[in-house]
Structure formats: structure tokens, C-alpha cells
């Protein structure tokens, strides 16, 4: 059964960084995109980045582009989420997920992700 344990949230201020973690298990995910979404109160669930786990090819919205690195270790099978100038904006719950078995680039719809991690909270205060 596929797992997906974010950690690493927290409170910052603006112009601050945090590093999320996703540790992965359950399959094999050498096939499978790997997203992070955020969801602030009121709002839509929202992409934020994603990685394919085989070549590691990413993808950013222009929102977080330039602030924000996914990245993947292969043999922690952990995804991470640097980032750096956060913005009261960037606050929200931060879920990890995993597009299984993914066949053409990156999805960023929630919709085509097929598990999803707990969340864990990030507050960027002014």
C-alpha cells in the first residue's frame, strides 16, 4: 500500500525558508510523478511543483518558480520541497502526491494524482 509522509512545516516570516519532506513507500516509484499541492482556507487545492521520479524533469507554476525546488532522493525515496522568499501567500496545508505509473509529462490537476500525504501546515507571516 503506497504511503506518503510530508514533514517539515512550520511558521516563518516573510522572506524566509522551509524545506519539506515526502517519504514514499508502498511500490516502486521509478515510473510515477511526484507533486506538491497547497490548499489555504477558502481556496482550491493548488500545484505547486512536481518531479518525475525517472529523470527527474520538474515543473513550477510561475508563482513559485524561481522560490521553489523539488527534488528526489532516490534511495530514501523522500521528495523535498525547498523554499526560499515566502510570501504570506505561500501559506496553506502542503500535501505531497503521486501520479502512478504517469505516461506523459506532468499533470499538475489534483484530479490525476492518485495518493495523497496528510499535509502538513506552512504560515508565512508579515
Known amino acids: 500500500q503506497v504511503q506518503l509522509v510530508e514533514s517539515g512545516g512550520g511558521s516563518v516570516q516573510t522572506g524566509g525558508s522551509l524545506r519539506l519532506s515526502c517519504a514514499a513507500s508502498?511500490?516502486?516509484?521509478?515510473?510515477?510523478?511526484m507533486g506538491w499541492f497547497r490548499q489555504a482556507p477558502g481556496k482550491e487545492r493548488e500545484f505547486v511543483a512536481a518531479?518525475?521520479?525517472?529523470?527527474?524533469?520538474?515543473y513550477y507554476p510561475d508563482s513559485v518558480k524561481g522560490r521553489f525546488t523539488i527534488s528526489r532522493d532516490n534511495a530514501k525515496n523522500t521528495v523535498y520541497l525547498q523554499m526560499t522568499s515566502l510570501k504570506p501567500e505561500d501559506t496553506g496545508v502542503y500535501y505531497c502526491?503521486?501520479?502512478?505509473?504517469?505516461?506523459?509529462?506532468?499533470?499538475?490537476?489534483?484530479?490525476?494524482?492518485?495518493?495523497w500525504g496528510q499535509g502538513t501546515q506552512v504560515t508565512v507571516s508579515s
Open positions: 502526491a503521486a501520479d502512478i505509473a504517469a505516461a506523459y509529462g506532468i499533470e499538475i490537476g489534483p484530479d490525476q494524482y492518485d495518493y
Open positions: 508502498g511500490r516502486t516509484f521509478s515510473r510515477d510523478v
Open positions: 518531479i518525475r521520479w525517472s529523470g527527474g524533469s520538474t
